[in-house]
Protein backbone atom coordinates (compact mmCIF):
# COMPACT_ATOMS: atom_id res chain seq x y z
CA UNK A 1 0.00 0.00 0.00
CA UNK A 2 0.86 3.66 -0.45
CA UNK A 3 2.26 6.06 2.81
CA UNK A 4 0.58 9.26 2.74
CA UNK A 5 3.94 10.70 1.83
CA UNK A 6 3.87 8.37 -1.40
CA UNK A 7 0.16 9.72 -2.33
CA UNK A 8 1.26 13.41 -1.84
CA UNK A 9 3.98 13.50 -3.85
CA UNK A 10 2.38 11.57 -6.42
CA UNK A 11 -0.39 14.04 -6.30
CA UNK A 12 2.07 16.79 -6.76
CA UNK A 13 3.77 15.40 -9.63
CA UNK A 14 0.67 14.61 -11.63
CA UNK A 15 -0.66 18.63 -10.88
CA UNK A 16 2.66 19.32 -12.55
CA UNK A 17 2.02 17.05 -15.17
CA UNK A 18 -1.45 18.50 -15.84
CA UNK A 19 -0.27 21.91 -15.44
CA UNK A 20 2.53 21.13 -18.04
CA UNK A 21 -0.34 19.61 -20.52
CA UNK A 22 -2.47 22.85 -19.92
CA UNK A 23 1.15 25.09 -21.68
CA UNK A 24 1.76 22.87 -23.77
CA UNK A 25 -2.25 23.19 -25.11
CA UNK A 26 -1.75 26.98 -25.45
CA UNK A 27 1.51 26.73 -26.79
CA UNK A 28 -0.05 24.41 -29.88
CA UNK A 29 -3.42 25.86 -30.54
CA UNK A 30 -3.12 25.63 -33.64
CA UNK A 31 -2.14 21.98 -33.99
CA UNK A 32 -4.83 19.74 -33.46
CA UNK A 33 -2.85 17.03 -32.82
CA UNK A 34 -1.20 18.27 -30.08
CA UNK A 35 -4.12 19.77 -28.41
CA UNK A 36 -5.72 16.31 -28.34
CA UNK A 37 -2.21 14.61 -26.69
CA UNK A 38 -2.38 17.89 -24.15
CA UNK A 39 -5.92 16.84 -23.49
CA UNK A 40 -5.21 13.65 -22.96
CA UNK A 41 -2.39 14.02 -20.59
CA UNK A 42 -4.48 16.41 -18.55
CA UNK A 43 -7.53 14.37 -18.25
CA UNK A 44 -5.04 11.53 -17.04
CA UNK A 45 -3.20 13.41 -14.50
CA UNK A 46 -6.51 14.73 -12.87
CA UNK A 47 -6.42 13.16 -8.94
CA UNK A 48 -9.56 11.47 -8.09
CA UNK A 49 -12.23 14.42 -5.90
CA UNK A 50 -11.36 12.33 -3.05
CA UNK A 51 -8.17 13.32 -2.39
Same mark, same amino acid.
Given at each position: ? %? #?????? #? *? =??? +? /????? +?A?? +? %? =?? *? /? #?? !? $?? $???????? /? #? =? *? *? !?? =??
Amino acid at each position: M %F #TDQAID #T *L =SIK +L /ERVHV +LADI +L %F =SL *L /E #TN !P $QA $QILAEIIM /E #T =S *L *L !PS =SY
